[in-house]
């Protein structure tokens, strides 16, 4: 067996450890695909310019300065250093220092928004009636596009006007609050289109929509609307948090309807609001206060 061979199988055999032990620790399967590939690719550098050094801290601190000077965004080193660090803590029991190994700085950009009448342009636009729902429900809801296009039928509790997402962020369940205008636009959509398991089949009845064709279908609804602005899917959720709370939304309800964590993930929404000072009214104005003369 050559060296190669030989790395092959131990690289194989640390993956697949790897994998079990985020299974067993019950990590979403989209976690476990995207650990197990960030493992894969820093195996493979590690392989390629490192073939004679014993797997240590330093080569993860290489590693992540390599994918910084590649121009890799916090968002994706982020995502190494954590896949990495779990790897080496939790599998193969290597030391992790903090000292050569502190976690990049998060960046806090504004996330982009859509005008009320703009999210009314893109819906109209949408090119077929599935589509134009799909893109109204992400908005009315402010579901992640993975819980979109999982939403089962037996999900939407009609009389309670609730969608219930199960396994959200976090392996969270959670219940959000629609409008009963929606749920009828809902019944409507149903009797039309006839959707089996999911809410929204893809082009066979039983299969969720794809979520790439969901960004695409946003993407051709912008182009028809006329409307440049950047913005993805989970810009709907977005427009979602930010239009709430400038029709005046309780910020803590809020934050349980969209399955943040952290209220500090929500209050960040506030700065893109443009109308919210409507709604503040300063305790002063409501003293009467003596004053000396």
């Known amino acids: 067996m050559n060296s190669k061979e030989s790395f092959e199988l131990?690289?194989?055999?640390?993956?697949?450890?790897?994998?079990?032990?985020m299974v067993l620790k019950n990590f979403s399967p989209r976690t476990i695909k995207t650990y197990v590939s960030i493992l894969d690719y820093f195996f493979r550098y590690c392989e390629l310019h490192f073939p004679n050094e014993v797997m240590n801290d330093d080569l993860v601190r290489k590693y992540l300065l390599h994918r910084f000077d590649a121009g890799c965004c916090w968002q994706t080193v982020n995502s190494d250093y954590s896949a990495i660090q779990k790897f080496y803590k939790n599998v193969v029991f290597l030391e992790w220092s903090l000292k050569k190994l502190p976690r990049p700085r998060k960046e806090k950009p504004l996330p982009t928004i859509f005008s009320k009448e703009d999210i009314v342009k893109i819906i109209e636009s949408?090119?077929?009636?599935?589509q134009q729902i799909l893109l109204t429900f992400i908005y009315v809801?402010?579901?992640?596009?993975?819980?979109a296009v999982f939403l089962k039928i037996d999900d939407i509790d009609g009389s309670r006007c609730q969608i219930r997402i199960n396994g959200g962020k976090g392996a969270k369940d959670r219940l959000i609050l629609v409008p009963a205008q929606f749920i009828q636009t809902l019944r409507e959509y149903y009797k039309k289109i006839k959707p089996e398991i999911y809410l929204f089949?893809?082009?066979?009845?039983?299969?969720?929509?794809?979520?790439r064709t969901l960004q695409y279908t946003l993407?051709?609804?912008?182009r028809l609307a006329r409307i440049t602005k950047k913005g993805s899917i989970h810009t709907l959720r977005n427009c979602y948090a930010t239009h709430h709370l400038e029709s005046g939304t309780d910020l803590v309800f809020l934050q349980e309807q969209m399955g943040h964590k952290n209220l500090r993930t929500t209050i960040r929404y506030i700065g893109l609001?443009?109308?919210?000072?409507?709604y503040i009214n300063h305790p002063i104005e409501s003293m009467q206060i003596q004053y000396r003369k």
């Open 10 to 21: 131990t690289r194989n055999k640390l993956l697949e450890d790897y994998r079990s032990f």
């Open 126 to 130: 949408a090119t077929t009636f599935k």
């Open 141 to 147: 809801t402010g579901a992640r596009l993975s819980e």
């Open 201 to 211: 089949n893809g082009a066979t009845k039983g299969v969720p929509y794809a979520p």
């Open 219 to 222: 993407q051709q609804a912008k």
């Open 273 to 278: 609001c443009v109308e919210r000072q409507r």
